[in-house]
C-alpha cells in the first residue's frame, strides 16, 4: 500500500518537479527569440549586449532583461563554439541566475552553462566571480568560454597563483573573471593588508557561480585560508621529539579514528616524562603536567599525531624535499598549503625533511565567510541534493535537481561485501579483466594513492594495461581522462571529482585532433578531423555495444556524494553503462563504523571464501552509515562557523575601517579625535571623577603625557591652581595637545602630514589586528575546557572576544596617538643615511669611494685656502641669524653658544 507521501507526490509533483515547471515559460520565451536572434550579424550581437547596459543603468530588472539576454548569449555561444545550449542547460542558467544551486549530471555541459547567468549579471557592470576547483580548469574554461564572452563584446580575466599584481587587477576588472577559491580568498585578505585603494585587486562581490559547489563550500569550508608570517624556528626541538615516538607502544596512547584524535594514556605521560628528562628536553625536577611544560606537551602531542593519523601517499606525499598535502576529496596535490598549530612541522620532522619554521597567522577567513560577501551567490554540480540541508542553511542556497537532456541508462547494481580485504581485490581483479576481454572501458575508483598503485602491481601482475590518475600524475589528468573511455581501456583513479574533463566513450575527440595536430602539423586541420571523427564513431559503436563505462569502486566514501561523483562518470548524456560498488569489512568506513556485528552475522551464516554478501539492506544500512559521518561532519563545520563568525564580524568592522581610511583624503578629524580619547583615559585614570585635588596623581599623568603625547606640560602647577577641576584639565591638555599637533602639521605640510597620519593609521591597525588574531586562537584553543564547569565555550567565547575587541581599539588609539606624537621630520644626514640604507650594495661602496675623494679634494683645497669665520664677514650680527649667511650644519653657531650650528639655531623640530 502507498504512503501518503508518496501519494501526493504523484498528484501534486515534488518540490523539485514544480520549480522546474515554474520556469518552463521562461525558457519558452528564450527559444521563441531563437530565429530573431539567429539572423543579427555578429556586429548587431555586440550591440546589443551595449544596448542591455543601457537599459538597466536606466532602471531595468536584470530579471526583465533575461530572455533576451539569454537569447543573445545562445546565439553567441552557437557562432563561437558550434555549440547551442539545449533547454536543460538554459534552465540550469535560470536558476544560477536565481541563486540557486544546479545539480546537473556529468557530461550535461556545466561550462558552458555558466556563461548564461554569467553574461546577464555582468551587463550590471559590477563584475562576476565564476569559480573553479583548481587553476588548470580557471585557465582552461577562461580560454574556452572567453570566445563566447567575446563574440557578446565582453572582457575576459583569469586569476592564477604568482600572477604579477597589474595582471591580477587587470583580470578582476574584466566583466568575467574565472579563478579558483583559493585565489579569490587570499586576494581578498591581501586586499586588506595593502595601503591604498590602487593597490587593491578585487572590486567588490556581486554575483558568483561555484563550479563543483559540494567540493568548494562543504569539504573545504573547515580549511581556514589564513596568510602567515614566519614566527620563531624550532626544527630542532620537532626532531628531538620525533625520536620518541616510534618507541611508544599502544598502551601509551588512546587513537580514535572517528574523531581523528589521537592522546596520551597516563602509562604514556609516564614514559615520556622520564624519557624527555634523560634527553635533557624536559628540566629536571619538572612534569608535564606543570604549566611551564605547556609547550612541549602540545608538540609532543603532535608528533603523536603525525605518526598514528597522518599516512604517507594517503593523507600527504613527499616530493623535493617537501611534505605537499593531498586534498582526501579530490586526491589532488595541494601545493602551498601547510597544516597548523605545529602539525605540518611533526609530519617533516617523521619524513625527515627540511622542518620548515612555524609561522604566525596575519590574516584568516573561512569559505563560508568569504562566500557569503556575495550578493548572490550560485553554484552548480552534479551531486548537492545530499548536502541540501547544510546548503540552505548556512548560506541560504537552494538545491534544485536540473533533468538531464536524456534519459539515464546506467545500471546501478548493488554492492559487493566481502569479508576480507584480500577477497574483495582478487574479485575486483577478475571483474576488471572480465570487462577488459569484452572491450568494455573500466574506471576503477580508489580512496588513496597507497591502494591505487597496490592495485596497479595486481593488475600488471595480470598484464593488464591500465592508467593511473592520482596525485602524482596530477600533470597528465587531462590527457588520462580523456583515454578513460577507449574500447577495453581500464583506469585507476583516487578521486573523480572536479576532473573537468568528460569520459567520453570511444575518447575526447578534440583531444585527439589536438594530438593529432600536434604530430602531423602539415596535414590540413579540416581534412584530420573528419578522419579522426570517422575512426572514433566506429570506436564509440564497439563501446556501446560492449555496455558503455564501467565503473568499478573499490571502497566506500565517508561522504555520498563522492560515490555518486565516481558513480555519474558513466551513463552521460543517455549513454549506457553499469557501477558496482566492491566492500570487505576491513575497508575504513567498515571497520570504523560497526563491522564486527556484520562479521558476526555472515560468520554465523558460514559464508565461503571469496563469496560476497549483496542485498539492498547492506546498500541501506552503508548510506545510514555515511549519513551518520555527514551529518557529524555538519556539526563540526557549523561549530566552526559559529566560532568563525564572531571573528567574522570583528573582520568586517577592521577592513571596513581600513577602506575608509584608505579613502579618506584628511584623517585630521579622526586622529583628532583618538587623542581627545586618550586625553579622557588619561585625565578619567590620574584625575579620577568626583575626587578631590589633593587624591589627584598630578606627577603620574606627567609622565602618562610625556609618554603618550610627547610633551612638557606644567600640569602639577594647573592641578594646584584655585578652582581647576578635571574638565578644566582635560581642556587645558587638549588645547595644548592641539597646538602642539598643529605646529607640526605646519612643519611638514598638510599633503605630507595626511599621508602620515594615513600610514600611521593603517600599519597600526594592522599590527593591533595581528596580535588580536593570535590572541583568539589562543583563546580559541582553551575555551572548550570551559564546558567541563558546565559553562557554554560559545558564549564565553563571544564576551571575552568582545572585550579583547575593545582592548584592540582602546590600544589602537593610544598607539596612534603616540606614534603621531613622536613623528619629527627627518634632518638632512639622517635622509642621507635613510636614502643610503635602502640603496643597493653596489650603489652604497661606490657613493663611499666618491665621498672619500671629495674629502680628500676638500683636505687639499682647505690647506691651500685659509678658513673665513662667519664673524670676519662684513656686517655680521650674533643677534640677527638674518646675517649669518649659510652656516655648514658642523659649523659652530655664530649666536656663539659653543653648539654646532645643527644642535643649536639649525635645529629642526
Not at 501519494?7 to 515547471?21: E, I, Q, S
Not at 600533470?475 to 567520453?504: H, S
Not at 621630520?825 to 643597493?840: D, F, G, Y
Request: net charge negative.
Amino acid at each position: 500500500m502507498l504512503g501518503l507521501g508518496t501519494v501526493a507526490k504523484k498528484v501534486f509533483g515534488t518540490p523539485n518537479d514544480r520549480k522546474v515547471k515554474s520556469i518552463r515559460p521562461l525558457v519558452a520565451k528564450i527559444n521563441a527569440l531563437e530565429p530573431e536572434y539567429q539572423k543579427l550579424s555578429d556586429d548587431d550581437l555586440k550591440a546589443r549586449t551595449a544596448a542591455f547596459k543601457e537599459r538597466i543603468a536606466a532602471g531595468e530588472s536584470l530579471d526583465a532583461l533575461l530572455p533576451e539576454a539569454f537569447a543573445n548569449c545562445r546565439e553567441g555561444a552557437r557562432r563561437a563554439l558550434g555549440l547551442r545550449a539545449f533547454d536543460t542547460q538554459l534552465m540550469g542558467g535560470i536558476f544560477l541566475h536565481q541563486g540557486n544551486i544546479a545539480e546537473m549530471k556529468t557530461g550535461e555541459g556545466k561550462t558552458l552553462v555558466a556563461t548564461f547567468p554569467a553574461y546577464l549579471n555582468a551587463l550590471a557592470g559590477k563584475g562576476v566571480h565564476i569559480v573553479t576547483v583548481n587553476d588548470y580548469l580557471a585557465k582552461r574554461d577562461a580560454e574556452w568560454m572567453s570566445k563566447v564572452y567575446g563574440a557578446l563584446g565582453l572582457t575576459t580575466g583569469v586569476v592564477y597563483p604568482y600572477q604579477s599584481d597589474e595582471e591580477k587587477r587587470a583580470a578582476y576588472r574584466a566583466d568575467i573573471t574565472y579563478a579558483t577559491n583559493n585565489e579569490l580568498g587570499f586576494d581578498y585578505l591581501r586586499d586588506n593588508m595593502k595601503s591604498s585603494i590602487e593597490e587593491m585587486s578585487q572590486r567588490g562581490h556581486f554575483f558568483a557561480v561555484v563550479d563543483e559547489v559540494d567540493s568548494i563550500l562543504i569539504d573545504e569550508a573547515r580549511t581556514p585560508l589564513i596568510i602567515s608570517g614566519p614566527s620563531q624556528d624550532r626544527s630542532d626541538l620537532y626532531r628531538r621529539l620525533d625520536a620518541f615516538i616510534p618507541e611508544l607502544t599502544p598502551e601509551h596512547y588512546t587513537l580514535d579514528e572517528k574523531a581523528r584524535s589521537a592522546t596520551f594514556t597516563e602509562e604514556g605521560n609516564e614514559y615520556l616524562e622520564q624519557r624527555l628528562t634523560a634527553e635533557g628536553v624536559l628540566p629536571e625536577g619538572q612534569t608535564l603536567y606543570d604549566p611551564e611544560s605547556t609547550t612541549i606537551v602540545h608538540h609532543v602531542t603532535q608528533a603523536l599525531r603525525a605518526h598514528v593519523l597522518f599516512q604517507r601517499d594517503q593523507h600527504y606525499i613527499v616530493r623535493d624535499d617537501e611534505v605537499i598535502l593531498i586534498d582526501e576529496f579530490s586526491g589532488r596535490m595541494m601545493k602551498g598549503r601547510r597544516l597548523s598549530d605545529g602539525l605540518h612541522q611533526a609530519i617533516e620532522a617523521k619524513e625527515n625533511v627540511t622542518v620548515q619554521p612555524e609561522n604566525v597567522t596575519l590574516a584568516s577567513v573561512t569559505f563560508q565567510n568569504y562566500f557569503r560577501l556575495y550578493e548572490t551567490l550560485s553554484g552548480m554540480t552534479g551531486t548537492a541534493s545530499t548536502e541540501a540541508e547544510e546548503f540552505l542553511e548556512i548560506y541560504k542556497l537552494g538545491v534544485v535537481e536540473v533533468p538531464t537532456n536524456r534519459p539515464v541508462q546506467r545500471k546501478d547494481e548493488h554492492d559487493r561485501v566481502y569479508r576480507t580485504a584480500r577477497e574483495k581485490y582478487e574479485a575486483v581483479i577478475k571483474a576488471i579483466k572480465k570487462a577488459a576481454e569484452t572491450g568494455q572501458p573500466t574506471l576503477v575508483g580508489t580512496t588513496s594513492i597507497e591502494k591505487s598503485e597496490m592495485l596497479s602491481e595486481m593488475l600488471k601482475a595480470e598484464g593488464i594495461a591500465h592508467n593511473v590518475l592520482n596525485a602524482r600524475q596530477h600533470e597528465q589528468e587531462a590527457q588520462i581522462v580523456a583515454d578513460a573511455g577507449k574500447l577495453g581501456a581500464v583506469t585507476i583513479a583516487t578521486n573523480m571529482a572536479g576532473r573537468g574533463t568528460d569520459i567520453q566513450l570511444g575518447g575526447n575527440v578534440e583531444m585527439k585532433v589536438m594530438e593529432a595536430l600536434a604530430a602531423n602539423p602539415e596535414v590540413h586541420p579540416d581534412e584530420l578531423r573528419a578522419r579522426i571523427e570517422a575512426e572514433h564513431a566506429e570506436e564509440k559503436a564497439k563501446v556501446l555495444e560492449a555496455g558503455g563505462l564501467f565503473v568499478l569502486a573499490t571502497e566506500r566514501h565517508e561522504s555520498r556524494r563522492i560515490d555518486n561523483q565516481l558513480r555519474g562518470r558513466s551513463g552521460r548524456q543517455g549513454d549506457p553503462g553499469r557501477s558496482l560498488f566492491f566492500l570487505s569489512l576491513e575497508d575504513d568506513l567498515m571497520r570504523i563504523f560497526g563491522s564486527d556485528r556484520l562479521d558476526k552475522v555472515l560468520s554465523s551464516l558460514g559464508m565461503k571464501e571469496g563469496e560476497a554478501i549483496v542485498h539492498p539492506w547492506v546498500n541501506k544500512s552503508l548510506e545510514r552509515a555515511q549519513a551518520k559521518v555527514e551529518g557529524r561532519n555538519f556539526d563540526i563545520r557549523k561549530q566552526l562557523l559559529k566560532f568563525d563568525d564572531v571573528m567574522n564580524d570583528q573582520r568586517k568592522a577592521i577592513f571596513s575601517q581600513r577602506r575608509e581610511i584608505m579613502e579618506s583624503t584628511d584623517l585630521s578629524d579622526v586622529a583628532r579625535d583618538m587623542r581627545h580619547q586618550v586625553i579622557d583615559d588619561l585625565v578619567d585614570q590620574y584625575l579620577p571623577p568626583k575626587s578631590y585635588a589633593d587624591q589627584w596623581d598630578s606627577e603620574g599623568l606627567v609622565l602618562a603625557v610625556r609618554e603618550k603625547l610627547n610633551m612638557d606640560l606644567p600640569l602639577v602647577e594647573w592641578a594646584a591652581a584655585e578652582g581647576v577641576d578635571q574638565d578644566d584639565m582635560r581642556q587645558k591638555l587638549e588645547e595644548a595637545s592641539d597646538a602642539y599637533m598643529d605646529e607640526k602639521a605646519a612643519v611638514f605640510g598638510p599633503e605630507t602630514m595626511q599621508s602620515i597620519e594615513k600610514q600611521v593609521l593603517l600599519q597600526t591597525i594592522d599590527a593591533k589586528w595581528r596580535e588580536h588574531l593570535v590572541t583568539l586562537e589562543h583563546l580559541r584553543s582553551v575555551v572548550g575546557f570551559r564546558g567541563y564547569a558546565q559553562r557554554d565555550p560559545l558564549s564565553e567565547y563571544k564576551t571575552e572576544s568582545f572585550q579583547l575587541f575593545e582592548t584592540l581599539l582602546d590600544g589602537l588609539r593610544g598607539d596612534v596617538t603616540q606614534r603621531l606624537a613622536q613623528i619629527r621630520p627627518l634632518s638632512p644626514e639622517e635622509q642621507q643615511r635613510m636614502l643610503r640604507q635602502m640603496m643597493p650594495q653596489e650603489a652604497q661602496e661606490a657613493l663611499a669611494e666618491a665621498e672619500a675623494a671629495a674629502q680628500v679634494t676638500a683636505q687639499a683645497a682647505e690647506q691651500s685656502t685659509p678658513a673665513v669665520s662667519a664673524a670676519a664677514r662684513p656686517g655680521f650680527d650674533p643677534a640677527d641669524p638674518a646675517s649669518w649667511g649659510n652656516p655648514s650644519r658642523n659649523d659652530p653657531c655664530p649666536c656663539g653658544s659653543g653648539e654646532r650650528f645643527k644642535n643649536c639655531h639649525g635645529r629642526l623640530v
